[in-house]
């Protein structure tokens, strides 16, 4: 609508007529930060109160090496949208931002750079330890200049963390929670050190986690070995054999076999356990055993266990007694426990020896192409080697000395969800975690690295260990002896598992105040986290928090799934797939996609394809998005699902959403701007008939509707929220605003500002200014940046200024007593008489332009009453009618209906009056052939006798009742045409 004589209106100016997000984000991001609207507490005052429940998120602590990817901002978006909805309700709340020191990833960094110097960790000093000591330093110089990439990523996002608290894992108090925890689970006997089977990657020379390591699909081969009888030959299936025949893909480990196994039921080869083989190569001899996990179908149904270099056979080995040798040092080369000859070879080039060794013996059989999985570091792209090494583990199935509860940290963790202190979203998941839980093992926590957290133990001449907080304690300990620190570091996951107390101030055996940190979030609301931790980090954080405080770190887990691309696929550097959330909010050229895309591939030779496959998805690079709109993409698709398959192109639908709410809000900002709203304050007394205030606002029912559909918007959007589904929240929102608010309703007001009186005008702008500003604050959890910018303004105009931003204003709650049925019936009715309208001139062809009249035929006279002029006027301006014909003479409508199409609305009927016989002809054409292709459709189903059979009776009788009823449309059809066609 456009007024001609607008007044005054310096707020209307400052909105710009096109949604641009670069010029808002950046300015609202550092004010929110500037002014501590983050911080914990209630409504970013920074400071908690007490009687007043709190809602906490700790956000899981990214690497500081990394960047923000797509998984990130997914997460981050739903932890956000959580966060400003519960700080808008009014709870004391912190959002707890930090990084991981990362110790792996972080030392391969920095290792690389010395590399281009062409130096070495060792090079920087003769004496070991001083050379540690620069590296690290070199590490946090590293970590100051390059380490907030990530956290300055997530302010692009809108990240509402309270970043005064930000911790790094290295910080000197969260050290101290790390070697405090390391000496009372020794005491406790729950940590120890022992000799065990870890994954080794031999370029880091350290153990790896099982995170980081991936089975890669690969082609190989399987050499089929024969171990000689001791005895002679042996009959093997009837025939007399020279000795066991085993395949593997690993002939370079046979040299420390222990036995050779064979399942007890397989009757090829149960009379032979017992006897012995010659080990080729080696001048040993090894025995047959049996034993259930050999797959007899895998090979010949034989194997070669070799205890130290592979963790099913190590677990065979443990069964049986087996000697556990280890053939490969640290560098993956063969030892001095191998034959001479292949002693100092590379584990590949000791392949090639052995292979050829066995065929010149006349001992290998073949050698077949073979697909297979090869365990792959992702740190170095390095195949991981099962490798028995000293380290330092976590009993997790031990009970603690102190603990009086009689359970485990095993133990206490299940327990912890099977009695619901903990609850898992969504439930599938639970099986899977207890599951896990149920067949866990000690827990590896030692790395041979140099960055990181030091062990706390110390070692004497005779190697006996001791524990201690510092080296004057374990000094004391040992009773003055020599001591070494143990060279290595504790695995990154230790100190990631007492995030939920150590960021929070906790020290062992001290009580904490009230309305302290500990005591306020711990336990903290919810863990958003994807199902790939739940084990390495969910259910540890479980264990210690569980044994060190007695309470749970966290009552409910969000389980979200990965995000991959939108044709499923994983998103991996390697595919060429990666989306760099910045990219999507700020945009980014072809050009620069193309070099982000193809630098530092693992597969160099993917380049071409990638290159192709990015100019065929952005052959304009990607535009600028925005944060809200990706914001609204990723909670359009925050299902409890398990996996987010993100397309960039939504982004443009959800950009689309954005600037739809921004010209609304140009819309009522102009049109209520400087006029009288209807926001003048009055009790129910005055607005009674006599009073002063009675007829001041006169509300038409599509005000009330509105006001009424919003209440149960809120109330779907609280309790969408409370269980975790963010997608029906913005589903909830989406629909509202764009169908609802805009669609519907702003058209309608368009004619109410137009045609009403001065009660119906300000009630109109009364209502257009309150549904809006409430909408904004509805919104704001998942797209903050647009509204705050159009809060600003319309908060001002609607009379709701109360505070300095819309982040720390109160969240619209459902007030049911304002929901007026009778709208809601009577606007449903209205919307289908429009809706029905537009299409009859669908149908016919008719362009907006073109006007036309329409009949209604309402039986009940009664209904004919309440469609008031006023009314009529709305149903025109959206119908493109240029008159309405209100009828309850059934004669008239026969009269009239007759000669022009028409279709029934519940208990109405409506018919478009149009003065040409062709366009009704066409119209009346259209709809049989639409008819004879379903009754078709539907013949084939009904008279299909299997049909009748199998398919339930509801279904059957469903599509005979639709058979009927369209040959009887058919049937009316075909006799309007024959009428006409005269």
């Known amino acids: 609508m456009e007024l001609t004589?607008?007044?005054h209106q310096p707020l209307f100016s400052t909105l710009a007529t096109t949604y641009l997000p670069e010029n808002i984000e950046k300015k609202w991001r550092l004010h929110w930060e500037e002014s501590g609207y983050f911080k914990a507490g209630v409504l970013g005052s920074g400071q908690p109160q007490a009687g007043i429940p709190a809602f906490c998120i700790q956000l899981p602590p990214p690497n500081v090496t990394g960047t923000l990817h797509m998984g990130h901002a997914f997460n981050q978006t739903v932890m956000d949208s959580l966060t400003r909805y519960h700080r808008m309700r009014g709870l004391n709340t912190l959002w707890l931002p930090g990084t991981d020191h990362a110790g792996i990833a972080t030392q391969i960094v920095v290792e690389r750079q010395l590399a281009e110097k062409g130096l070495h960790k060792l090079a920087l000093n003769a004496d070991e330890g001083l050379a540690r000591a620069q590296f690290i330093d070199l590490v946090w110089q590293w970590k100051q200049r390059s380490?907030?990439?990530?956290?300055?990523?997530?302010?692009?996002?809108?990240?509402?963390?309270?970043?005064?608290?930000?911790?790094?894992?290295?910080?000197?108090n969260l050290s101290k929670v790390v070697i405090e925890t390391f000496v009372s689970l020794y005491q406790d006997g729950l940590i120890y050190r022992g000799k065990r089977l870890v994954n080794w990657d031999p370029v880091l020379q350290t153990a790896v986690s099982d995170l980081e390591v991936e089975n890669i699909p690969s082609q190989g081969f399987l050499y089929y070995i024969c171990y000689p009888f001791v005895d002679g030959p042996q009959l093997i299936d009837g025939k007399l054999e020279k000795g066991m025949v085993i395949a593997t893909t690993r002939p370079e480990t046979m040299l420390a076999d222990g036995a050779l196994a064979v399942h007890p039921h397989d009757s090829r080869y149960r009379h032979l356990v017992g006897k012995s083989v010659d080990l080729p190569l080696c001048a040993r001899q090894i025995?047959?055993?049996a034993d259930e996990f050999v797959?007899?179908?895998?090979g010949t149904g034989c194997v070669k266990i070799t205890g130290a270099h592979d963790f099913n056979d190590y677990a065979c080995s443990q069964r049986h007694q087996l000697p556990l040798i280890t053939i490969?040092?640290?560098q993956a080369r063969l030892n001095e426990h191998a034959p001479l000859a292949y002693q100092g070879l590379d584990r590949i080039k000791a392949r090639l020896a052995v292979v050829a060794d066995l065929k010149t013996a006349g001992l290998l059989l073949k050698a077949q192409e073979h697909s297979m999985a090869l365990p792959i570091c992702t740190r170095t792209q390095q195949v991981v080697e099962p490798m028995l090494t000293d380290q330092w583990f976590v009993a997790t199935r031990k009970v603690a000395k102190s603990n009086p509860s009689g359970r485990s940290l095993a133990e206490q963790a299940y327990q912890a969800v099977e009695s619901g202190e903990i609850r898992i979203f969504p439930e599938t998941w639970l099986s899977t975690y207890q599951q896990w839980l149920e067949n866990i093992q000690d827990w590896c926590i030692s790395r041979q690295l140099w960055w990181g957290h030091q062990i706390p133990a110390w070692y004497d001449e005779e190697g006996q260990v001791y524990v201690a907080h510092n080296e004057q304690e374990a000094r004391s300990l040992a009773n003055g002896r020599h001591l070494v620190r143990d060279p290595d570091v504790l695995d990154t996951w230790y100190s990631s598992a007492l995030v939920p107390f150590s960021t929070l101030g906790w020290q062992l055996g001290k009580q904490s105040s009230e309305m302290s940190d500990l005591s306020l979030y711990l336990p903290s609301s919810v863990l958003v986290t994807g199902y790939d931790i739940l084990f390495f980090w969910v259910a540890r954080m479980v264990m210690m928090t569980k044994h060190f405080t007695g309470k749970v770190p966290f009552k409910d887990v969000y389980v979200h799934g990965l995000v991959r691309d939108a044709q499923g696929k994983k998103m991996s550097k390697s595919e060429g797939n990666v989306l760099d959330p910045v990219d999507l909010i700020e945009g980014i050229s072809l050009p620069e996609l193309l070099d982000k895309r193809t630098h530092n591939l693992r597969l160099p030779e993917m380049a071409p394809t990638i290159r192709r496959l990015t100019e065929l998805e952005f052959p304009q690079g990607i535009p600028a998005y925005g944060a809200d709109s990706l914001r609204m993409t990723f909670a359009m698709q925050a299902t409890l699902g398990r996996a987010i398959h993100f397309d960039s192109k939504q982004c443009t639908g959800y950009k689309n959403f954005c600037n739809k709410l921004w010209q609304a809000s140009r819309f009522v900002v102009k049109n209520c701007e400087g006029f009288d709203c209807g926001l003048k304050e009055h009790s129910k007394a005055e607005c009674a008939p006599g009073g002063s205030a009675f007829g001041y606002l006169q509300f038409s029912m599509f005000d009330r509707w509105l006001v009424s559909i919003l209440q149960q918007v809120e109330l779907e959007v609280e309790k969408a929220f409370s269980q975790y589904r963010l997608d029906l929240v913005a589903t909830q929102i989406y629909q509202f605003v764009w169908n609802e608010f805009c669609d519907w309703y702003l058209e309608i007001a368009k004619v109410q500002l137009n045609?009403?009186?001065e009660s119906e005008q300000r009630a109109t702008r009364r209502t257009l200014l309150r549904v809006l500003e409430t909408i904004l604050r509805l919104s704001h959890p998942i797209i903050p940046f647009i509204t705050e910018?159009?809060?600003q303004q319309v908060a001002i105009l609607s009379e709701r200024k109360n505070t300095d931003s819309i982040g720390i204003a109160p969240y619209p709650q459902s007030q049911p007593h304002k929901i007026d049925w009778d709208s809601i019936h009577f606007v449903k009715q209205f919307k289908e008489l429009v809706d029905n309208s537009r299409n009859l001139r669908s149908q016919l062809g008719l362009s907006p332009a073109t006007k036309a009249e329409l009949l209604v035929y309402v039986k009940n006279p009664v209904d004919v009453a309440r469609i008031t002029p006023s009314y009529q006027l709305v149903f025109k301006a959206l119908a493109k009618l240029t008159q309405i014909e209100i009828t309850a003479d059934e004669t008239i409508w026969q009269d009239k209906s007759e000669r022009f199409p028409h279709v029934l609305v519940g208990n109405l009927a409506l018919c478009l009056m149009v003065q040409s016989h062709h366009d009704l002809r066409s119209?009346?054409?259209?709809?049989?052939?639409?008819?004879?292709?379903?009754?078709?459709?539907i013949e084939k189903i009904v008279n299909n006798p299997q049909f009748a059979l199998r398919a339930p009776k509801e279904l059957v009788e469903k599509e005979q009742l639709r058979y009927e009823l369209c040959k009887e449309k058919y049937t009316q059809l075909m006799a309007q045409l024959e009428k006409h066609g005269k």
């Not at 309270?162 to 910080?171: A, H, L, Q, V």
């Not at 797959?295 to 895998?298: I, K, L, R, S, V």
């Not at 049989?928 to 009754?935: A, G, M, P, T, V």
């Open 789 to 791: 910018e159009l809060w």
């Open 295 to 298: 797959d007899q179908g895998f």
């Open 147 to 172: 380490g907030k990439i990530i956290t300055q990523q997530m302010r692009y996002l809108g990240c509402s963390v309270d970043w005064s608290k930000e911790y790094f894992t290295m910080d000197d």
């Open 923 to 937: 119209f009346l054409q259209k709809d049989i052939n639409k008819l004879q292709e379903e009754i078709t459709r």
């Open 287 to 289: 025995p047959i055993i």
């Open 5 to 7: 004589h607008l007044p």
């Open 328 to 330: 490969f040092d640290k």
């Open 755 to 757: 045609s009403g009186n």
